[in-house]
T-cell receptor, first 108, second 112 residues
Framework: AQSVAQPEDQVNVAEGNPLTVKCTYS??????LFWYVQYPNRGLQFLLK??????LVKGSYGFEAEFNKSQTSFHLKKPSALVSDSALYFC??????FGAGTRLTVKP | NAGVTQTPKFQVLKTGQSMTLQCAQD?????MYWYRQDPGMGLRLIYY???????DKGEVPNGYNVSRLNKREFSLRLESAAPSQTSVYFC???????????FGEGSWLTVV
């Protein structure tokens, strides 16, 4: 069975600092991995995905994610956080199973 | 561009009542999904339909039924609502495997 885990319920960072939101996966074979963002009272929006190829994937709003096969991880990163990045972030694996979500709060 | 449209946006039900959540997509996607979102639980897959004419159970199917009416529409029915079904429900769709999944705006359901 395919699954993902997001080990942190909450991540707090100061504006301008780099941010990381963690995701680990359990998949047999080659995984399709996704990151989505959810703003209050809205549906989820696509950020980026890894299918194959370069381990560093660039996505919307300056986000990127690094696929690490040996660590079975797909962490979301951004070099400089904005207050407007505050939202709920979900990692997902190709059979459309989602992690529990990580709430990112960026403080001014 | 409508994308994925789900109705109603808000609904309050009494325990034991029935209702159907409607979902339609205009992107010619083959696969459609119903999720529920609860605090601390993330998104849990209720049912999905890989293609027109097929439906399969997800992680939490008990208490729900679905119908894939045609390629565009995928409805979720609560036959006898229970307070444990109070949640936010999201419909979603995607094309071929590996493609982005598109979500509706959510339906807030309260069962009292």
């Amino acid at each position: 069975a395919q699954s993902v885990a997001q080990p942190e319920d909450q991540v707090n960072v100061a504006e301008g600092n780099p941010l990381t939101v963690k995701c680990t996966y359990s998949v047999s074979g080659n995984p399709y991995l996704f990151w989505y963002v959810q703003y209050p009272n809205r549906g989820l929006q696509f950020l980026l995905k890894y299918i194959t190829g370069d381990n560093l994937v660039k996505g919307s709003y300056g986000f990127e994610a690094e696929f690490n096969k040996s660590q079975t991880s797909f962490h979301l990163k951004k070099p400089s956080a904005l207050v407007s990045d505050s939202a709920l972030y979900f990692c997902a694996v190709g059979n459309m199973r989602f992690g529990a979500g990580t709430r990112l709060t960026v403080k001014p | 561009n409508a994308g994925v449209t789900q109705t109603p946006k808000f609904q309050v039900l009494k325990t034991g009542q029935s209702m159907t959540l409607q979902c339609a997509q205009d992107m010619n996607h083959n696969s459609m999904y119903w999720y529920r979102q609860d605090p601390g639980m993330g998104l849990r897959l209720i049912y999905y339909s890989a293609s027109e004419g097929t439906t399969d159970k997800g992680e939490v199917p008990n208490g729900y039924n679905v119908s894939r009416l045609n390629k565009r529409e995928f409805s979720l029915r609560l036959e006898s609502a229970a307070p444990s079904q109070t949640s936010v429900y999201f419909c979603a769709s995607t094309g071929v495997s590996g493609n982005t999944i598109y979500f509706g705006e959510g339906s807030w359901l309260t069962v009292v």
